[in-house]
């Protein structure tokens, strides 16, 4: 009876191209969109200023300065009209120790001004070594040598660490978790849409006529999703590994164990079955089943960290985004992604999914069970 | 066969039935006639076991209601007014999915297609079979456990003429294999031409119940006995 109701809900589902689309293509899309939108945003070349020089100093040092500025893949040398920034080196800039003058043309948020100005003064540093360096070397090579030796290289003075990794997160590892996550919780709408046809047409009741327990109904669905949504977290990361680099973008890495990525891949699905479920039986209409369901998804998406990144919420919007099973999934995801997770470092994400779903299935049987017992 | 005895049953105030009784003789074709909202599809679930009822008694096959479900579902079998199976799936995989989970043998099987000649559809979608051909899967798919006994709830509603004559013909015909059919309907000329007996439901009540004869006049007794 058991395998017989897998095998139906299997061939319903694989037959329902709309259900298909929104499991399988809109995830897909989002992943194409967000990471190649969001490249730059975690590219560490991203950074450009365009930048136009006014130089009424002549002395090599100030030459020095500009040649410098412009080998800096940070600063673009555009044309005065063009450019966001105008530097002006003033008349004896060198020779009288004169400040630099910046010209700020559009608009610059106070973070870009920042990082502006560190990025100069890199450059006036280094120059300033160098006529500290010069002047030395009259009087002592070794004091001249020790200057020298004065790296002002970031790459040579730090060394960022992401999450215990040398490689900067990728956008694509930001985005492929989110929505596989999201994605996940998309079965509502075959899940219901199946659900309440059966009950609109009364094969629910011909098959509790038939001695079809509840229980079996509910858990009979749990395999064709289980594995529908093992098919689509494989996709999803095959979309990142193969499809996003096509578009310039970062391919997705994956630095956690395969173990891993199915064991919470795994816990996800039951939550969003149980979650799915819940909703399908509780429901009166396809029309209340889809509006609740897409409704809880933006919520529980929007709480969980999946519309914005967690790491960028107020403190109690993090707290508050711990109540959403999405956040624990994704949380489970970025280590994996991100931090080398094995099954040992994300066994309590994936036990509270576990919980939630196995929870909501539970009450799920026992709606139905007493819708049933309502003439449903 | 089936007893119905002063069956109770309310949607909170609303008295959906109001002490039912009727009887129905074994390998016989027994008809509900009744209004809308007079308590047809009511009985028919409480007999299912869809639902339950306050007051009164009713024995199945010699077997108390209550305390025998699961036995008395296994040799009943509905019929929903509605097409209660998958558009989705071929008419085969309909039948299969609908024996196995009953665990019926493939002679019944068999049995269901051809007495329903369902023959020439059984790899074609579910959707994209006729109205006729849809009512004769839902009732095929009735027929795949062996029942003793048939609830019919309004079967050729939407149904073309031919297809109707079809299917009351196939319905006719469970009497050659002793099997008891209860079958709900409006059709006065259907169930006249149909049914062996037949009760009168008005206001979840037995107004008559009265064998069928080529003398009966059934409209006659429908507009006195029902309040319509």
Not at chain 1, 288 to 315: C, D, E, R, W, Y
């Amino acid at each position: 009876m058991f395998s017989a109701l897998v095998k139906k809900e299997f061939l319903l589902v694989l037959r329902d191209k709309h259900a298909l689309m929104a499991l399988f293509i809109m995830p897909a899309i989002f992943i194409l969109i967000m990471s190649v939108a969001m490249r730059d945003v975690f590219s560490q070349e991203s950074v450009s200023f365009k930048i136009a020089i006014e130089n009424h100093d002549k002395s090599p040092t100030a030459k020095k300065l500009m040649y410098n500025l412009f080998k800096d893949k940070n600063f673009i040398n555009t044309p005065k009209e063009d450019a966001d920034i105008l530097l002006i080196l003033p008349k004896d800039y060198v020779k009288a120790n004169k400040k630099i003058e910046i010209d700020i043309k559009n608009s610059l948020k106070i973070e870009e001004i920042d990082l502006l100005k560190a990025k100069l003064l890199k450059h006036v540093l280094t120059l300033k070594l160098d006529v500290i360096q010069e002047k030395l070397s009259d009087f002592s090579d070794e004091a001249a040598a020790a200057v020298r030796s004065v790296a002002l290289d970031e790459d040579k003075l730090l060394q960022i660490k992401y999450n215990e990794q040398e490689k900067i997160p990728n956008s694509t590892q930001q985005s492929v978790p989110t929505w596989i996550v999201f994605g996940m919780f998309f079965i509502i709408i075959p899940m219901s849409t199946i659900y309440i046809h059966e009950r609109e047409q009364n094969t629910l009741s011909r098959l509790f006529s038939m001695n079809v327990p509840a229980s079996l109904l509910v858990f009979s669905k749990i395999v064709p999703y289980l594995l529908i949504a093992q098919l689509q977290m494989v996709c999803m990361v095959l979309v990142g590994i193969y499809l996003v680099p096509i578009f310039n973008t970062p391919a997705l890495e994956i630095n956690g164990t395969l173990s891993a990525l199915f064991f919470i891949s795994f816990a996800l699905s039951l939550s969003a079955i149980g979650f799915s479920s819940l909703i399908a039986v509780s429901a009166k209409t396809t029309e209340q089943a889809t509006t609740i369901g897409g409704i809880s998804n933006i919520l529980l998406g929007a709480i969980g960290g999946v519309m914005v990144p967690k790491f960028i919420m107020p403190q109690f919007m993090q707290t508050l985004a711990n109540i959403s099973p999405m956040s624990w999934g994704l949380d489970g995801f970025l280590k994996i992604f991100l931090q080398s997770a094995s099954v040992a470092n994300i066994i309590s994400e994936s036990l509270m999914l576990i919980t939630f779903g196995i929870v909501t299935l539970l009450i799920s049987v026992v709606i139905l069970k007493i819708k049933a017992n309502n003439g449903l | 066969m089936i007893q119905v005895h002063d069956v109770h049953k309310s949607y909170g105030d609303v008295k959906a039935l109001d002490g039912l009784s009727f009887h129905v003789q074994k390998g016989s074709i027994f008809g509900l006639l009744g209004a809308n909202g007079a308590g047809k599809s009511t009985i028919l679930s409480i007999l299912n076991g869809l639902s339950t009822y306050e007051n009164g008694y009713i024995e199945i096959a010699n077997l108390d209601l209550k305390t025998h479900q699961r036995d008395i579902r296994k040799i009943s079998s509905l019929v929903p007014q509605n097409l209660a199976f998958y558009e989705r799936l071929s008419v085969r995989e309909n039948l299969d999915f609908f024996s196995k989970v009953q665990k019926t043998n493939k002679e019944q099987y068999q049995k269901a297609i051809e007495v329903n000649n369902l023959e020439n559809f059984l790899d074609k979608r579910a959707a994209f079979l006729s109205g006729g051909q849809k009512r004769r899967l839902n009732i095929a798919i009735g027929l795949l456990n062996n029942p003793k006994i048939i609830y019919f709830d309004e079967p050729t509603v939407g149904v073309d003429p031919k297809s109707r004559s079809e299917i009351l013909e196939s319905i006719k015909s469970y009497k050659d294999f002793g099997i008891t059919v209860l079958y709900t309907s409006h059709q006065l000329d259907e169930v006249s031409m149909l049914c062996d007996e037949v009760a009168i439901i008005d206001f979840g009540k037995c107004a008559i119940q009265t064998k069928i004869t080529p003398k009966t006049n059934l409209k006659k007794y429908f507009w006195e006995q029902t309040n319509v």
